[in-house]
Protein backbone atom coordinates (compact mmCIF):
# COMPACT_ATOMS: atom_id res chain seq x y z
CA UNK A 1 0.00 0.00 0.00
CA UNK A 2 1.87 2.88 -1.01
CA UNK A 3 1.52 6.40 0.96
CA UNK A 4 -1.09 4.49 3.37
CA UNK A 5 -3.29 6.99 5.24
CA UNK A 6 -4.02 4.46 8.75
CA UNK A 7 -7.82 5.05 10.20
CA UNK A 8 -8.47 3.16 13.05
CA UNK A 9 -11.61 2.07 14.97
CA UNK A 10 -11.37 2.85 19.10
CA UNK A 11 -13.53 0.03 21.00
CA UNK A 12 -12.29 -3.20 20.08
CA UNK A 13 -9.25 -2.24 18.00
CA UNK A 14 -7.25 0.35 20.11
CA UNK A 15 -9.33 0.02 23.38
CA UNK A 16 -9.79 -3.35 25.30
CA UNK A 17 -13.73 -2.67 25.89
CA UNK A 18 -15.02 -5.72 25.49
CA UNK A 19 -15.73 -6.95 29.06
CA UNK A 20 -16.86 -3.61 29.70
CA UNK A 21 -19.46 -3.92 27.42
CA UNK A 22 -20.77 -7.00 28.27
CA UNK A 23 -21.06 -5.51 31.82
CA UNK A 24 -22.87 -2.35 31.01
CA UNK A 25 -25.24 -4.02 28.48
CA UNK A 26 -26.18 -6.96 31.11
CA UNK A 27 -27.23 -4.13 33.39
CA UNK A 28 -29.33 -1.95 31.05
CA UNK A 29 -30.62 -5.26 30.05
CA UNK A 30 -32.69 -5.33 33.37
CA UNK A 31 -33.71 -1.47 32.82
CA UNK A 32 -34.86 -1.73 29.03
CA UNK A 33 -35.78 -5.71 29.51
CA UNK A 34 -34.12 -7.32 27.44
CA UNK A 35 -32.17 -10.46 27.57
CA UNK A 36 -28.81 -10.32 29.24
CA UNK A 37 -25.07 -12.36 27.77
CA UNK A 38 -23.94 -15.29 30.12
CA UNK A 39 -20.37 -15.76 30.02
CA UNK A 40 -21.05 -19.05 27.86
CA UNK A 41 -22.45 -17.48 25.63
CA UNK A 42 -20.05 -14.92 24.53
CA UNK A 43 -18.10 -16.67 22.43
CA UNK A 44 -21.14 -17.37 20.13
CA UNK A 45 -22.17 -13.57 19.99
CA UNK A 46 -18.51 -12.86 18.81
CA UNK A 47 -19.83 -14.45 15.70
CA UNK A 48 -23.25 -12.41 15.45
CA UNK A 49 -23.78 -9.10 13.36
CA UNK A 50 -25.03 -6.20 15.81
CA UNK A 51 -28.12 -6.70 13.94
CA UNK A 52 -28.30 -10.30 14.67
CA UNK A 53 -27.44 -9.64 18.32
CA UNK A 54 -30.39 -7.16 18.86
CA UNK A 55 -32.45 -9.39 17.46
CA UNK A 56 -31.88 -12.40 19.46
CA UNK A 57 -31.58 -10.67 22.96
CA UNK A 58 -34.44 -8.86 22.37
CA UNK A 59 -33.44 -5.37 22.23
CA UNK A 60 -36.45 -3.01 22.15
CA UNK A 61 -35.52 -1.20 18.76
CA UNK A 62 -37.18 1.89 19.73
CA UNK A 63 -35.15 2.27 23.09
CA UNK A 64 -31.73 2.14 20.79
CA UNK A 65 -31.19 5.39 20.75
CA UNK A 66 -31.62 6.08 24.75
CA UNK A 67 -29.65 2.52 25.70
CA UNK A 68 -26.86 3.97 23.75
CA UNK A 69 -26.57 7.04 25.27
CA UNK A 70 -26.78 5.40 28.79
CA UNK A 71 -24.06 3.25 27.93
CA UNK A 72 -21.69 5.78 26.68
CA UNK A 73 -22.51 7.54 30.05
CA UNK A 74 -21.87 4.60 32.07
CA UNK A 75 -18.84 3.55 30.21
CA UNK A 76 -17.45 7.57 30.53
CA UNK A 77 -17.79 6.58 34.62
CA UNK A 78 -15.62 3.61 34.37
CA UNK A 79 -12.92 5.70 31.70
CA UNK A 80 -9.86 5.34 34.17
CA UNK A 81 -9.85 1.45 34.01
CA UNK A 82 -10.09 1.01 30.70
CA UNK A 83 -6.99 -0.60 29.46
CA UNK A 84 -5.23 -0.42 25.99
CA UNK A 85 -4.84 -3.83 23.46
CA UNK A 86 -1.79 -5.21 24.36
CA UNK A 87 1.10 -3.73 22.21
CA UNK A 88 -1.24 -1.35 20.10
CA UNK A 89 0.30 1.68 21.71
CA UNK A 90 3.44 0.30 20.56
CA UNK A 91 2.69 -0.21 17.23
CA UNK A 92 0.70 3.57 17.24
CA UNK A 93 4.16 5.22 18.32
CA UNK A 94 6.30 3.00 15.71
CA UNK A 95 3.30 4.69 12.79
CA UNK A 96 4.08 7.78 14.65
CA UNK A 97 7.83 8.12 14.23
CA UNK A 98 7.45 6.75 10.80
CA UNK A 99 5.42 10.12 9.81
CA UNK A 100 2.51 7.62 8.81
CA UNK A 101 -0.84 9.73 8.75
CA UNK A 102 -2.93 8.30 11.61
CA UNK A 103 -6.51 8.95 11.87
CA UNK A 104 -9.27 7.42 14.74
CA UNK A 105 -13.13 7.21 13.55
CA UNK A 106 -15.44 5.64 15.95
CA UNK A 107 -19.54 5.83 16.81
CA UNK A 108 -17.57 6.19 20.76
CA UNK A 109 -17.48 10.08 21.42
CA UNK A 110 -14.56 12.25 22.50
CA UNK A 111 -15.19 12.40 25.79
CA UNK A 112 -14.78 8.68 26.22
CA UNK A 113 -11.79 8.84 23.55
CA UNK A 114 -9.45 11.29 24.36
CA UNK A 115 -9.49 10.69 28.08
CA UNK A 116 -8.32 6.99 27.22
CA UNK A 117 -5.64 8.09 24.67
CA UNK A 118 -4.48 11.12 27.46
CA UNK A 119 -4.39 7.72 30.32
CA UNK A 120 -1.51 6.31 27.36
CA UNK A 121 -0.30 9.09 26.38
CA UNK A 122 -1.42 8.79 23.12
CA UNK A 123 -3.23 12.09 22.82
CA UNK A 124 -1.00 13.53 20.21
CA UNK A 125 -0.82 10.05 18.36
CA UNK A 126 -3.61 10.84 16.06
CA UNK A 127 -3.74 13.53 13.23
CA UNK A 128 -7.54 13.63 13.71
CA UNK A 129 -10.28 12.03 15.11
CA UNK A 130 -13.83 11.85 13.92
CA UNK A 131 -17.01 10.23 15.98
CA UNK A 132 -20.59 9.41 14.70
CA UNK A 133 -23.56 8.91 16.36
CA UNK A 134 -25.74 5.36 16.16
CA UNK A 135 -25.02 1.87 15.89
CA UNK A 136 -24.71 2.26 12.21
CA UNK A 137 -23.33 5.88 12.12
CA UNK A 138 -19.31 4.75 10.96
CA UNK A 139 -20.33 4.88 7.36
CA UNK A 140 -21.44 8.52 7.67
CA UNK A 141 -18.48 9.46 10.12
CA UNK A 142 -15.95 8.04 7.92
CA UNK A 143 -17.11 10.31 4.95
CA UNK A 144 -17.61 13.29 7.41
CA UNK A 145 -13.91 12.85 8.26
CA UNK A 146 -12.68 12.26 4.23
CA UNK A 147 -14.44 15.25 2.62
CA UNK A 148 -13.03 17.47 5.80
CA UNK A 149 -9.36 16.22 5.66
CA UNK A 150 -9.58 16.10 1.87
CA UNK A 151 -8.32 12.57 2.02
CA UNK A 152 -7.54 10.52 -1.13
CA UNK A 153 -9.87 7.52 -0.65
CA UNK A 154 -7.25 4.67 -2.48
CA UNK A 155 -4.66 5.51 0.29
CA UNK A 156 -6.85 5.03 3.11
CA UNK A 157 -7.08 1.51 5.37
CA UNK A 158 -9.77 1.75 7.72
CA UNK A 159 -8.59 -0.67 10.71
CA UNK A 160 -11.75 -1.87 12.98
CA UNK A 161 -13.18 -5.28 14.83
CA UNK A 162 -16.46 -5.74 13.75
CA UNK A 163 -18.59 -6.98 10.62
CA UNK A 164 -19.85 -3.17 10.23
CA UNK A 165 -16.24 -2.03 9.54
CA UNK A 166 -15.78 -4.22 6.96
CA UNK A 167 -19.37 -2.98 5.36
CA UNK A 168 -18.94 0.63 6.49
CA UNK A 169 -15.49 0.76 4.66
CA UNK A 170 -17.14 -1.49 1.37
CA UNK A 171 -19.74 1.11 0.82
CA UNK A 172 -17.37 4.61 0.11
CA UNK A 173 -14.42 2.54 -1.50
CA UNK A 174 -11.94 2.43 0.96
CA UNK A 175 -9.78 -1.00 2.14
CA UNK A 176 -10.48 -2.05 5.66
CA UNK A 177 -8.26 -4.53 7.72
CA UNK A 178 -10.20 -6.53 10.12
CA UNK A 179 -8.33 -7.51 13.32
CA UNK A 180 -9.40 -10.52 15.18
CA UNK A 181 -8.77 -9.96 19.03
CA UNK A 182 -12.18 -7.30 19.24
CA UNK A 183 -15.67 -7.78 18.88
CA UNK A 184 -16.31 -9.71 16.20
CA UNK A 185 -15.01 -13.53 15.70
CA UNK A 186 -11.69 -14.83 13.82
CA UNK A 187 -14.34 -16.82 11.69
CA UNK A 188 -17.30 -14.13 10.91
CA UNK A 189 -14.75 -11.70 9.71
CA UNK A 190 -12.94 -13.96 7.60
CA UNK A 191 -16.60 -15.00 6.45
CA UNK A 192 -17.03 -11.10 5.12
CA UNK A 193 -14.02 -10.77 3.06
CA UNK A 194 -11.62 -7.87 4.03
CA UNK A 195 -8.97 -6.84 2.44
CA UNK A 196 -6.24 -8.07 5.14
CA UNK A 197 -6.77 -10.41 8.40
CA UNK A 198 -4.50 -9.27 11.51
CA UNK A 199 -3.98 -11.36 14.44
CA UNK A 200 -1.97 -9.40 16.31
CA UNK A 201 -1.32 -5.26 16.51
CA UNK A 202 2.67 -6.31 15.22
CA UNK A 203 1.08 -7.44 11.76
CA UNK A 204 0.06 -4.14 10.97
CA UNK A 205 3.55 -2.80 10.87
CA UNK A 206 4.49 -5.41 8.33
CA UNK A 207 1.36 -4.62 5.99
CA UNK A 208 2.27 -0.96 5.76
CA UNK A 209 5.69 -2.06 4.94
CA UNK A 210 4.15 -3.81 2.15
Known amino acids: MKEPIIIFDFDGTIADTFE ?10 EEFNFKSIDHHQIEAFKDKTIRQAIRDLEVPVLQIPKLLLKGKKAQHDHIQNIKLIAGMALVLEQLKSQNTPLGLVSTNTLQNIQPVLKNHHLENTFDFIGTGSGLFGKRRALNKIIKQQHLNKDHILYV ?34 PDYLIDQPQELLHLIKK
Request: hydrophobic share 40%.
Open 20 to 29: SFIAIGNTLA
Open 160 to 193: GDEIRDIEASRSIGISVASVTWGYNSRKVLQTHH
